[in-house]
């Protein structure tokens, strides 16, 4: 069973990994707007996985007895000053999630609370990757953008990238 506090702030993340989506998607359709095509799409992956990890923090909330409150989703923002700018947000966004789920961990410590302490374990490897997965895309445009040419080829391996749900 939940404490009142852990049922909160399991809500509060599922609000959290909401707008990651949101947020992604806003970004995909800036890079849509930009004629990257491929970042789009990356970016609408990402915004798949992110609703996979809402669900998985409703399904937990659910099979330990609590509650779900959903709150209303916050407006992420629509425009940026270039696609380096959106992916130095993306891993500014997976840095500011990470410390969620560290607030998370550190709270099922206080409350002694084992159940979800087992079921954070899996995010926080998963924040492990997907911080690196935002460093590396950055470096990765970064270089390109050392080229001609080196936008175009990023853009289109940014669109090889397909979703798979997380196990």
Sequence with gaps: MLSDRMQEALNGQINAETYSSYLYLSMAAYLHSEGLS??????????REELVHAMKFFDFVN?????VLLAAIEQPPSDWDS????????????????????????????EDDQATGAFLEWFVAEQVEEEESAAGVLQKLQVSE??????????????????HAPS
């Design 38 to 47: 491929g970042c789009a799409s990356w970016m609408r992956v990402q915004a």
């Design 63 to 67: 099979e330990q007895g609590g509650r």
């Design 83 to 110: 696609p380096r700018a959106v992916f130095e947000a993306v891993l500014a966004h997976e840095k500011k999630v990470t410390g969620l789920i560290g607030d998370l961990v550190e709270l099922a410590r206080q």
């Design 146 to 163: 050392r080229s001609p040419e080196g936008l175009s080829e990023f853009d289109a391996r940014m669109g090889q990238r397909e979703f």
